[in-house]
């Protein structure tokens, strides 16, 4: 699975938009984007995916650059509870056989009031 | 509906003790995964399980960390002889065939070791 980086941390007013980046230029052709977040004290928990295309959910919008070598995810409209450590993580989808999830440090979002 | 669940919540023991972790997966769920997660750090992959099939454990630490799931629902992640630096979070996470991008995590076993 491709390698990601992403910043340590972030800071976002409550209400406003929290724009996450993330690098992965060295995707391959068949890898997808995904995004999880983990809040304090509990289990991650899945987000949003996408392949090339950008994606929008009632959680958040994944925005994919053509070459697809970054994204960046869009919580709209961030509130205290969207205080977490996101991850973005790249992988093949296959269907026969789950894999795993190879998980980075993520950022650090806080939202403040 | 009901989630990923595991238990206990909290673990505390000695050094050099067993101790046994618990998973139940959401029902129907085929795939079972396994990560450790250090203080500070992202889960890392220890691991899976496809029904009572333990089809990748290449990332069990040492020969003192044992995973099973006998009937291919609940799952019991056992370490003998713990040792300080076991102490983590260890969480399960469970997904369906037709879900292949998402995995479903428990709220994690914070294990300390004395």
């Known amino acids: 699975d491709a390698k990601t980086t992403q910043p340590t941390s972030m800071d976002c007013a409550e209400g406003r938009a929290a724009n996450l980046p993330c690098n992965h230029s060295t995707i391959s052709g068949n890898e997808y984007v995904y995004w999880y977040r983990q809040i304090h004290s509990q289990g991650p928990q899945y987000i949003i995916h996408?392949?090339?295309n950008n994606e929008t959910n009632e959680m958040a919008s994944l925005i994919i650059t053509e070459d697809r070598k970054s994204s960046t995810l869009i919580l709209p409209h961030a509130t205290l509870r969207d205080t977490a450590v996101y991850y973005c993580?790249?992988?093949?989808?296959?269907?026969?056989?789950?894999?795993?999830?190879?998980f980075g440090s993520g950022t650090q979002l806080t939202v403040l009031p | 509906g009901a989630g990923v669940s595991q238990s206990p919540r909290y673990k505390v023991a000695k050094r050099g003790q067993d101790v046994a972790l618990r998973c139940d997966p959401i029902s129907g769920h085929v795939s079972l995964f396994w990560y450790q997660q250090a203080l500070g750090q992202g889960p890392e992959f220890l691991t899976y399980?496809?029904?009572?099939?333990?089809?990748?454990k290449s990332g069990l630490p040492s020969d003192r960390f044992f995973a099973e799931r006998p009937e291919g629902s609940v799952s019991t992640l056992k370490i003998q002889r713990t040792q300080q630096e076991d102490s983590a979070v260890y969480l399960c996470?469970?997904?369906?065939?037709?879900?292949?991008?998402?995995?479903?995590f428990g709220p994690g076993t914070r294990l300390t070791v004395t």
């Open positions: 996470a469970s997904s369906s065939p037709g879900q292949t991008y998402e995995q479903y």
């Open positions: 399980f496809q029904n009572e099939a333990q089809l990748d």
């Open positions: 996408g392949l090339k």
């Open positions: 993580i790249v992988r093949v989808l296959s269907s026969g056989s789950a894999r795993q999830l190879t």
